[in-house]
């Protein structure tokens, strides 16, 4: 079994749409969970940080963890075209020495 | 301000060739890995170092070589390439511990043939 699995689309909305992408993991010790944002030819960027726990907002970006169902998402508002990029969700543990990575989620937004 | 720089872009290699892929970084950055990623199947983790002089292995070390002599740099070598190391390969690199953010390169395109 993989210790982390995202939702591998590929997702394509029209633009304005609420956009929902998705991690699950096993490993119970991750307590850092984070959102990289990847346009094509381009390397991953920071998107969302959290640790532990609930919500956090930035902007039209929303990034939700359970930890008790071992659940990740992140929740993008007023979609754009601008949005259109592969989504990766990275994992670490408190004490551990390396990101694991979801396989990513492709999405499109059309204007 | 440049970032995380990696050289080539681009390159083919024959079976059992040899090449070095360059990554420099003007962040004044501790740590610094090497990733490779494959379609459909996320970023893995190759060779990381926390400082210069200080390299450890990741999920995938077997086939690559890394060196950090330097704070600024962090080159991987492959040795004997092989059909299964096709892949695009990124460098990253953060501030301090492993749970800052870490600031990728545009990757180099790798096919072996």
């Known amino acids: 079994q993989k210790e982390v699995e995202q939702d591998p689309g590929p997702l394509s909305v029209p633009e304005g749409a609420i956009v929902s992408l998705n991690c699950t993991y096993s490993n119970s010790a991750f307590q850092y969970f984070m959102w990289y944002r990847q346009y094509s030819r381009k390397g991953p960027e920071l998107l969302m940080y959290?640790?532990?726990?609930g919500n956090k907002e930035d902007g039209r970006f929303t990034a939700q963890v359970d930890k008790s169902s071992k659940y990740i998402s992140l929740f993008i508002r007023d979609s754009q075209p601008s949005d259109s990029a592969t989504y990766l969700c990275a994992m670490l543990e408190t004490s551990g020495s390396r990101l694991t990575f979801g396989e990513g989620t492709q999405l499109t937004v059309n204007p | 301000n440049a970032g995380v720089t990696q050289t080539p872009k681009f390159r083919i290699l024959k079976i059992g060739q040899s090449m070095t892929l360059q990554c420099t970084q003007d962040m004044n950055h501790n740590y610094m890995y090497w990733y490779r990623q494959d379609p459909g199947m996320g970023l893995k983790l190759i060779y990381y170092s926390v400082g210069a002089g200080i390299t450890d292995k990741g999920e995938v070390p077997n086939g690559y070589n890394v060196s950090r002599s330097t704070t600024e740099d962090f080159p991987l070598r492959l040795e004997l390439a092989a059909p299964s190391q096709t892949s695009v390969y990124f460098c990253?690199?953060?501030?301090?511990?492993?749970?800052?953010?870490?600031?990728f390169g545009d990757g180099t395109r790798l096919s072996i043939l």
């Open positions: 959290t640790y532990s726990s």
């Open positions: 990253a690199s953060s501030y301090g511990g492993i749970n800052q953010p870490q600031h």
